[in-house]
T-cell receptor, first 114, second 112 residues
Framework: EAQVTQNPRYLITVTGKKLTVTCSQNMNHEYMSWYRQDPGLGLRQIYYSMNVEVTDKGDVPEGYKVSRKEKRNFPLILESPSPNQTSLYFC?????????????FGQGTRLTVV | KNEVEQSPQNLTAQEGEFITINCSYSVGISALHWLQQHPGGGIVSLFMLSSGKKKHGRLIATINIQEKHSSLHITASHPRDSAVYICAVRPSNSNSGYALNFGKGTSLLVTP
């Protein structure tokens, strides 16, 4: 089954404690991206990757890092989480970073930073 | 920047009603996506459109590129259609990969 898998689904952590949210897709997609969803603001792009070892900032990259060492995985790293990063996070993938292709989203990770 | 506007923001309907959700955008686009998000759940892609009309079961999506407008219709609505529906566009002048601009969503509640 084609899917994007995020882990964990729920996470409560303390300010400053480094964490990683994993994202994996099984569709051999080139393009992957991370979004955060906040009430009243909708979905906003954090980082994206056009292919292995190719990553770039989205609209709200501050406080986040990503890496793309393998095609299937695109982890989101918060080196020093702060309460303003409390949000619902989604990973998404598409076949290609160019052209019009369907988007596949993970189930979301609800992060609370206290 | 919010180049994508959805209406209505909230919608309550009775089971069986015909529902329309609208999406207007202000930039030239190469594609428009309709997404569905159930409470506590992930996001599912319903349609991707670049022109015309698509149908899947009771769902119909249309787009008018000249008027920069798209609609999502649900026929014979059912309580399981209750969800947030999100419109997203890919600007045609985007130089940041497949960047999507999202509307804020329409929250639909269908009552029995």
């Amino acid at each position: 089954e084609a899917q994007v898998t995020q882990n964990p689904r729920y996470l409560i952590t303390v300010t400053g404690k480094k964490l990683t949210v994993t994202c994996s897709q099984n569709m051999n997609h080139e393009y992957m991206s991370w979004y955060r969803q906040d009430p009243g603001l909708g979905l906003r792009q954090i980082y994206y990757s056009m292919n292995v070892e190719v990553t770039d900032k989205g609209d709200v990259p501050e406080g986040y890092k990503v890496s793309r060492k393998e095609k299937r995985n695109f982890p989101l790293i918060l080196e020093s989480p702060s309460p303003n990063q409390t949000s619902l996070y989604f990973c998404a993938s598409m076949l290609s970073g160019t052209g019009n292709t369907e988007a596949f989203f993970g189930q979301g990770t609800r992060l609370t930073v206290v | 920047k919010n180049e994508v506007e959805q209406s209505p923001q909230n919608l309550t309907a009775q089971e069986g009603e015909f529902i329309t959700i609208n999406c207007s955008y202000s930039v030239g686009i190469s594609a428009l996506h309709w997404l569905q998000q159930h409470p506590g759940g992930g996001i599912v892609s319903l349609f991707m459109l670049s022109s015309g009309k698509k149908k899947h079961g009771r769902l119909i999506a249309t787009i008018n590129i000249q008027e920069k407008h798209s609609s999502l219709h649900i026929t014979a609505s059912h309580p399981r259609d209750s969800a947030v529906y999100i419109c997203a566009v890919r600007p045609s002048n985007s130089n940041s990969g497949y960047a999507l601009n999202f509307g804020k969503g329409t929250s639909l509640l269908v009552t029995p």
